[in-house]
């Protein structure tokens, strides 16, 4: 049943939060609270960082005149609360689910989500685009970027930030710390320092004081212009973003909705410069589960408000991320060499695991995929054998590194490329849907793909032997098939696939961990009198060429399947047998492909069968190649 919620049912839009007190503005916080903590029980979803920012939220949607001021959230995880408050509520319990809210900021859902964001950093450089519009349109509304403390330390923040410093234009940015603070909070004087160096007297002294002190000579003036910034940065931390241009102010206690607004307030008067907010929130605050858990509850499945536990079923097998993490440990136990990467992802990439036993060659460099390929590239070229472990959607950021100090040094850095392929409730934006032809499409790149755990740990093995040029692996998000893990880990022939079963009529090459379907698809064409064959291709770079001729040779359709985008397996393989002239002999191809758009979030199986990527799918394709039915129903059309 949804908890009692008087204060925020009077709620609508951000409109009926002006002119309320702080008195009131608490009540709203705490049922907005609860409502989160209800919904994302129904759904499940990210918990633990919305919680975090609850009173930032009320008092941003307080002060600002949103949705013509322009709030940006970083990553967008946190918005739940912001979804909530800007006539979303409705629709609610529909986060994550087909058809449903989105789990992030989303232009298309709403006027009040500006930009969309579901990666790290990229709100400050937002902003300044809302900025940098806004004044050449003569307009002088506010722009607000709240970023997080780990998000500020990509590389992507500090581009922006440097750049910020050269704009007076009304640029905010609040620093939400919910982790490691740069200074500690203390109490009731450092909220009214907070709140007096943002208010103008306190800037109206300074200014002042700088006055007084032109009058003297240049080395004096010098000494007190320093010693001004070192007291100030002394007393709130803030001299780093000081140096960048920034007027900082805080810390301040996140959950004070009193020191909140007078800040806010404040800080929307600073017109000569950007400012920076520091504020300290504590993540999964106010849900009791949730502050004791490790993670804060970051990210949940469906669970119970009272307990706290969550509805997670118990496996049929273990994940592919799993089975990634024990091959490798098993792998370094033998070779003091491997090491391994992630960009703040250590438990999402089971690189926790490896941390365990091997704490010294497990290297986390923070939200920094750029940095985290580069590392490994310098760590190979000294002899190390890094497995950098990188969501496909997160490797996209890192990706000029992978060209430039990777491949063109043929360096062997090994990917590991969790997250392949569609990601269900995350939806398109957390979708490993490019990486085969980004990857495959550099010189010298091993690529390949497992089939199932066993294929996992064997390719796993195989990138380890790898040592001449780099190498990549892509499995997916979620539970194996139940495959046995072999014992002995040989590596396997670079460049060659495997036939599975032999037909006569359709030969089906598979990509990945669609093998599973294709076997089902064959067993019914069989069953219609269309024997089958189906191939596992293992490897998308080098392909294997003498597999796809004996396919060729003996079939009268090929169909090449893979979890990934127009432009990745099936390309490959097309651009062989042009080159070949295998296409000119009365060859019927298709690739089957993700479709050639960003595909929403639902239910792997449901997104799997809207691209036509089912079984179902499949048949409907070797049919209409031998001119026998049409495929529809999918996503494809």
Same mark, same amino acid.
């Given at each position: ?11 609508q ?9 702080i008195?009131?503005?608490?009540? +709203?916080a705490?049922?907005?609270?609860a409502e989160? %903590?209800?919904?994302?029980? +129904? ?11 609850v009173?930032?939220?009320?008092a941003l ?8 001021? %322009?709030?940006?959230?970083d990553? &967008?995880h946190?918005a739940?609360?912001?979804?909530i408050?800007t006539g979303?509520?409705n @629709? ?6 087909g058809?449903?809210l989105?789990?992030?900021t989303?232009?298309s ?8 964001a579901a ?5 400050i450089?937002?902003?300044? &685009?809302f900025?940098?519009?806004?004044d050449?349109q ?7 970027a709240?970023?997080g403390? &780990?998000?500020?330390?990509?590389g992507?923040?500090?581009?922006a930030?440097?750049?910020?410093a050269e ?5 905010t940015?609040i ?16 909220h009214y320092?907070?709140r ?6 306190y ?6 004081g700088?006055?007084?002190?032109s009058?003297?000579?240049?080395p004096?003036?010098?000494?007190a212009r320093k010693a001004?910034?070192?007291? @100030?940065?002394?007393a709130t931390?803030?001299t ?23 800040v ?6 600073i017109?000569?410069?950007? +400012?920076l907010?520091h ?9 009791t589960?949730?502050e ?8 949940v ?6 307990t706290?536990e969550q509805?997670? #079923?118990k496996?049929n097998a273990p994940s592919?991320?799993r ?6 440990v098993?792998?370094?136990?033998f070779?003091p ?16 695991l490896?941390g365990?036993s ?25 002899g ?14 890192g ?14 850095v090994r ?6 392929g569609?990601?269900?409730a995350d939806?398109q ?5 490019f990486?085969?032809?980004?990857? #495959?499409s550099l ?11 066993a294929e996992?740990?064997?390719?796993t ?12 692996? @892509?499995?997916?998000?979620?539970e194996?098939? #139940?495959?046995?893990?072999?014992s ?6 670079i460049g060659?696939?495997r036939?599975v @079963? ?8 598979s990509?990945?961990?669609r ?11 069989a069953?219609m ?5 189906v191939?596992d ?19 009268q359709?090929?169909?090449t %399947?893979?979890?990934?985008s127009?432009g ?6 097309l651009?062989?047998?042009a080159?070949e002239g295998l296409l000119d002999? &009365?060859l ?5 492909t993700l ?7 639902d ?9 036509g *990527? ?5 048949i409907?394709?070797a *049919?209409?190649?031998l001119?026998q039915?049409?495929?529809g ?5």
């Amino acid at each position: 049943m949804p908890p009692l919620t008087p204060a925020l049912d009077a709620i609508q839009s951000p409109k009926d939060l002006k002119g309320l007190s702080i008195k009131a503005l608490r009540q +709203v916080a705490d049922d907005l609270r609860a409502e989160t %903590i209800d919904a994302v029980s +129904v759904t499940g979803g990210h918990l633990g960082a919305g919680l975090g920012v609850v009173e930032l939220t009320v008092a941003l949607h307080h002060v600002l005149d949103t949705p013509k001021d %322009i709030l940006i959230w970083d990553v &967008g995880h946190q918005a739940y609360p912001h979804k909530i408050l800007t006539g979303r509520r409705n @629709r609610i319990r529909t986060l994550r689910q087909g058809g449903g809210l989105s789990g992030f900021t989303k232009r298309s859902e709403s006027v009040f989500d500006p930009f969309g964001a579901a990666h790290a950093a990229t709100s400050i450089s937002a902003a300044l &685009g809302f900025c940098a519009s806004r004044d050449l349109q003569g307009d002088n509304h506010i722009v607000m970027a709240v970023i997080g403390d &780990g998000s500020i330390t990509a590389g992507m923040a500090y581009e922006a930030m440097n750049k910020a410093a050269e704009t007076t234009s009304r640029l905010t940015v609040i620093l939400n710390d919910n982790d490691m603070s740069i200074a500690p909070p203390v109490g009731g004087m450092s909220h009214y320092l907070a709140r007096l160096v943002s208010g103008t007297g306190y800037r109206t002294l300074r200014k002042v004081g700088k006055q007084a002190a032109s009058v003297f000579p240049k080395p004096i003036q010098e000494a007190a212009r320093k010693a001004e910034e070192y007291a @100030r940065g002394m007393a709130t931390g803030g001299t780093f973003f000081e140096e960048l241009g920034f007027y900082y102010v805080g810390p301040i206690d996140g959950h004070d909705l009193e020191a909140l607004v007078g800040v806010l307030e404040n800080a929307k008067k600073i017109e000569d410069r950007p +400012v920076l907010v520091h504020v300290v929130t504590q993540k999964g605050k106010g849900y009791t589960p949730a502050e004791a858990a490790e993670d804060k509850y970051h990210g949940v499945s469906k669970f119970n408000v009272i307990t706290g536990e969550q509805a997670k #079923g118990k496996p049929n097998a273990p994940s592919y991320t799993r089975v990634f993490a024990d091959t490798l440990v098993k792998l370094a136990h033998f070779d003091p060499k491997i090491v391994a990467i992630t960009a703040a992802m250590p438990s999402g990439t089971g690189l926790d695991l490896f941390g365990e036993s091997f704490p010294e060659r497990t290297f986390d460099v923070g939200i920094a995929e750029q940095h985290a390929v580069t590392f490994a590239a310098g760590l190979a070229a000294d002899g190390m054998k890094p497995f950098a472990a990188i969501y496909s959607t997160f490797l996209q950021r890192g990706y000029d590194q992978v060209v430039h100090d990777v491949a063109i040094q043929s360096l062997p850095v090994r990917f590991a490329i969790d997250r392949a392929g569609l990601v269900g409730a995350d939806g398109q934006t957390h979708a490993g849907t490019f990486d085969i032809g980004f990857m #495959g499409s550099l010189p010298g790149m091993v690529m390949m793909a497992a089939a199932d755990e066993a294929e996992l740990a064997l390719m796993t093995a195989t990138a380890a032997a790898i040592d001449d040029r780099p190498s990549a692996f @892509r499995y997916p998000r979620g539970e194996g098939t #139940g495959a046995m893990i072999p014992s002995d880990l040989t590596p396997l022939e670079i460049g060659k696939g495997r036939i599975v @079963r032999e037909g006569g009529v359709i030969a089906i090459l598979s990509f990945g961990t669609r093998l599973h379907e294709c076997l089902l698809a064959a067993d019914q064409l069989a069953a219609m009198g269309l024997p089958t064959t189906v191939a596992d291709a293992r490897f998308a770079k080098p392909l294997d060429h003498e597999l796809i001729r004996q396919l060729v040779r003996h079939h009268q359709v090929l169909l090449t %399947i893979e979890e990934g985008s127009v432009g990745g397996f099936g390309g490959f393989v097309l651009h062989f047998l042009a080159g070949e002239g295998l296409l000119d002999q &009365g060859l019927k191809v298709r690739t089957l492909t993700l479709p050639d758009l960003f595909q929403d979030q639902d239910k792997p199986d449901i997104q799997y069968q809207q691209a036509g *990527l089912d079984a179902g799918g499949i048949i409907a394709q070797a *049919l209409q190649a031998l001119g026998q039915g049409l495929g529809g129903g999918s996503l494809r059309a």
